[in-house]
């Protein structure tokens, strides 16, 4: 118990992140060419339920699309409620808010505690693995994020901070 | 004839989910029992018609197949990937009701296959309303007495209600309820599967609604190469320099909105939003491409168009075909008004929406004279005015009131009206609809029509007369394919095309995929402007893990057009069928020019040769049929003495 406070403790003091995803809205098509493309480099499928970005469309409200991307908050809610050691952590190279999915437990303090994650789509539960998975700025990947390279609008943008 | 299993296939789900609404019972049949030869959608769709619906059935016998199937590359990120090809006994044809296809986009069909499943297959009929709940990979046949009634809209926001605001739902209004001949299957604000009016097949098995929900996604086999495929891929693949990037539009009452998942925006499809009115402020619901209602102004246009959404009523043909000969119909002195509703004697943007919501609702319901504007325009001309109504229907319908189509020719690629091609280029377009089994407009022609209407130089394209002939050559082995001086000769100049479009269309609502975006002919990219004519193959391959060449994905998209074609030869379609869409070409374009009937039955000559088919019966030959590797069908036929 000890122990874990104080990585939780530790982990208070977080680096800012490099870069952050920002989303105009107005220019979406609700094509989901963005969550397609992630989940097809994370995952190998084509499956938007398992994307660490949501497009969400009621085709009944009227609405423009609502985008939901996780901002890499400077005072991360989730990686301060994940009570294991090592599970929750900030990348080096991007400063993006990671999970270790070797550690993950599966508790879900991390997806309740994130209070943009109404709709479960920020912080998400991967049911094959049982583990939960978020947006990590595609922090293996050369070109940076690939959701913003998906679009063919130009509705997501990479912001450096 | 049909293609091995293989295990756990990606890009397919696997699974064909069938439900049988007489007993109420479920099942699930190997989608590989067909996948190899006939890839998926609208291929499939034709398979399983031609073993199951036999030709004495009619639309509304429980014995008619109901069919909405995805492809393999339904729901992953190949451009333009969500959507789906229905299949049935389409009601709306005419003179007799048979086989006929439609497609759908929107977000139901790639959660289809997020559920599990790559089409459904509904036959008989329930005894009381019910509609379907599926969820990633099981169904629940449940009660709809509390949704027969209720407009689409209502609908779909009640089973968002009941099984969460990402369930997605495809339902039928009260048109379709009521068998309305023009009643389409909707999901989304506006997506619908419109030709054939098979949301009357729908009604008549008392099915309300199909709701999906699903999280297990589409597996890709290379993810890889296929990401990069579908990122490669970009507008600059299709349409010439000057038409640059698409724009969003700055308008605060449009909004750019993809009507199909992983679309790159092509067409850039424009929603109305914001619009202020007595109807559903503000509803996303009135596309600005393909379809309108001619209204005194956008508030009218907008009530009309989402009346039309709830009702489920079809785009095309209601604005085009019904009011249209109503509108001549009137000019005549046939008819004066609905209702006390006078009817104009011209639609145009002096049509009060008053006339549009008052002639919808009486079809709707059925109400008077809607009940018999309820069957189609062809059968209603039969039936009121003392037929006197039936010399207007050639000029709407191609081919009516003779052919075997009884479809509003919403778009005939004729002329120079609405992005047509002008003559000679129309050539192809007339041989397309001669030989098709509906109107092709939204599915076949744009292929061709398109390319023509933007890359010429001599209509502000920048391709030469030299280099369209060398494009020509390249992509349908004749080089007079684009070339506006060659028209009836030599004949393999228009034929070719038309032929090379028809199967390509096959290949394309069986991926399924739109047709507004592939087969990629031109291209900015390269250096002699031939496109990308491998890439549905290419796309097919990376998701899948199966090598298809361009070469065996076109033998399919032939097999399929050939099955299409026995399908007709079992109604008894003969060459003198095909004929009968003539007429309709005769009458002058809006240059003055009209079909030549005897150089274009030389044309006809031809085609039937190239593709295999009798020049006598226009009938697929025996050695044709095997050479598909269609031996049964070809044994039928034989048995039916239908085989030349």
Redo the contacts between chains.
Sequence with gaps: MAETRSAALRDLRVREPRSVIVVNR??C?????CQ??C???H????????ARLDV?????????NVIEVCKQCLAPSCLHACSVPGAFGVDEATGARVIDEEKCVGCGQCAKACPLNDRGTILRYH?GRKVYVKCDLCREREGGPLCV??C??GALEVSNT | MRGGKTHKPCGWTGKILRVDLTTGTVREDDTMTYGRHYIGGRGINARIAWEEIPPEVGPFDPENRLMLMAGPLT???APSSGRLTVGGIAPQMYPTSRYSRSGMGG?WPSELK?AGYDGVVIQGKAEKPVYLWVHNGETEVRDAGHLWGLDI?AT??AL?NTHG??AKVACIGPAGERLVHVAVIQN??ESAAGQGAFGAVMGSKNLKAIAVR???????AR?GP??SM??SV?RRGIVPPKMGP?K?SPSPYE????C??????FCVTTFR??IPGRV?????SGQCHCFGFPAASLEEDFEARVTLSKYGLNGFDVPYGIARWLAMCAKDGLITDLDGEPVPQWIDRKTPSRFWLTLMRKIAYREGIGDILAEGTCRAADRLFDGKGRRFLDAIYPGAPEAPLGQVGHWDGHGTWAGAPPFPHWLVSVLIWTFDTRDPGSDTLHAYTNRIQSWPVERGGILTRSQMREVGKKVYGTEGAFDPEVSYEPASAKVLPAIWHTDRACVVSSLVVCEQFFPQVLSEYTEDHVGDLALESKLLSGATGIDVSMAELDKAGERIFNLERAIEVRYGRTRKDDEKMIAYYEQPDDKGIVLNREKYLGLMDEYYKVRGWDPQTGRPTREKLKELGMHDVAAELDRRGSIP
């Excluded at chain 1, 499928?45 to 398992?50: I, K, R």
């Excluded at chain 1, 969400?56 to 423009?64: I, Q, S, T, V, Y």
């Excluded at chain 2, 699903?214 to 890709?220: L, R, S």
Aim: hydrophobic fraction near 40%.
């Design positions: 107005g220019l098509s609700g094509c989901l060419c397609l493309a989940s097809l480099f995952e190998g499928e084509c499956n938007p339920a398992l969400f469309h009621d085709p009944l409200a009227g609405m423009d049911p390279e998906a063919p609008w | 729901g992953t990120l977000r997020y809209f779909i926001r968002m605001d990402e989304d604000s699903g999280t297990m996604g589409v597996k890709v993810p296929f990401l579908c990122l970009d698409p969003p909004h750019v909105q993809a199909s998942l992983a679309c790159r925006a939003k914001n559903y402020p503000g509803l996303n």
